[in-house]
């Protein structure tokens, strides 16, 4: 598959990048496994990223990449950091990648950048951009202004660029791998899957709360800033309660304060703390390894495609 060999692994599963849960152990399981594991930079500090690039390196001799969500401030160090250590292979959120995509080309990076709109996804393709993961509203972390569910979005993202597309958002199991390839898609990026597992960093407390939560037990919060999907909890009510009442950005961000992911992802404050995930936790009942979750994305995929209908008589 193109996708496979434009990123040299052997299944075209994506890891996404996920703040407090994608170090070292979580990006270098999934290459080892054969997909493709990314360093989440979001929540690290330019030091931290530095050893984590190291430890990583040590854990797989294969194939990994780095997330740099571009809103954050260090986003820049963070690019020259992983530029000037060797790194080639960069997926980037969150921010505009005609900034930065023609640099890291320049450098001889391969850049696959998150979208939620086939508009998006187009003006990737006109700067540079091997590949656009689209990502639709299921999906756990920041999400799209516009609402799209992957569903919708994929086959539009697919038809709007001729570069490799990954489908994220909603997937959790080899049903949704066979989906989203129906759709047009080239691979998959998870997150919220590979969240819930060994590897992956966040508190105990918070994996326990995913592999308990029902489908509807998450929300879309804080719109007017940048939204994101987090699992309920005394935090996320009180925002919405605010949002209800038309509370300005200003009160939002008062109300956010600081180091709330942190606190919830990282430090398992279960109310208070921001607990970033996904539509399909719902789905999720276990909490088995990266490796595990592969070889069974991989075997699940195969039943299905062999089990779908013939329609005609
Ligand atoms: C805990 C968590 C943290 C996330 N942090 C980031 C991040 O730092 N950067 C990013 O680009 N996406 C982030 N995401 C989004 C994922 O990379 C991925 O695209 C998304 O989770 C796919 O949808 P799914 O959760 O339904 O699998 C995060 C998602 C989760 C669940």
């Known amino acids: 598959m193109k996708l496979c060999a434009l990123l040299g692994i052997t299944y075209p599963i994506v890891q996404g990048g996920m703040i407090w849960a994608s170090g070292p152990a979580l990006a270098a399981a999934v290459s080892n496994a054969g997909g493709l594991g990314l360093l989440g930079s979001g929540s690290m500090t330019p030091e931290s990223f530095t050893a984590a690039l190291v430890e990583t390196r040590r854990l797989t001799d294969r194939p990994f990449g780095v997330n740099v969500p571009l809103l954050y401030s260090h986003a820049g160090e963070v690019l020259d950091l992983a530029l000037a250590a060797g790194v080639r292979l960069f997926f980037t959120s969150a921010g505009n990648p005609a900034k930065t995509t023609p640099r890291l080309k320049a450098a001889g990076a391969t850049v696959v950048h ?5 508009r998006l996804a187009k003006k990737c393709q006109d700067c540079g951009c091997d590949a656009v993961v689209a990502e639709g509203f299921e999906a756990g972390g920041h999400n799209g202004r516009d609402e799209l569910t992957t569903l919708v979005l994929v086959p539009q993202v697919v038809d709007a660029v001729t570069i490799p597309v990954l489908a ?64 309920r909890n005394a935090f996320v009510e009180r925002i919405l309660q605010a949002e209800e009442r038309g509370a300005s950005g200003e009160e939002l961000l008062t109300l956010l304060g600081r180091q709330r992911s942190r606190l919830g992802m990282l430090e398992g404050e279960l109310e208070e703390g921001e607990l970033e995930i996904g539509q399909i936790s719902g789905l999720l009942r276990d909490l088995p390894t990266a490796g595990e979750i592969v070889t069974a994305l991989v075997r699940d995929y195969e039943r299905v495609r062999g089990s779908l209908p013939v329609l005609h008589a």
Do not use: N
Not at 114 to 118: A, E, K
């Open 168 to 231: 994220a958002g909603g997937i959790g199991d080899g049903r949704g791998l066979a989906a989203a390839l129906s759709l047009g898609a080239s691979g998959v990026q998870l997150g919220s899957r590979f969240a819930a597992c060994r590897e992956s960093g966040l508190h105990e407390r918070f994996k326990q709360a995913i592999v308990a939560a029902a489908p509807e037990d998450t929300r879309l919060i804080l719109r007017k800033l940048v939204p994101v999907r987090c699992l």
């Open 114 to 118: 998150v979208v939620s709109t086939p």
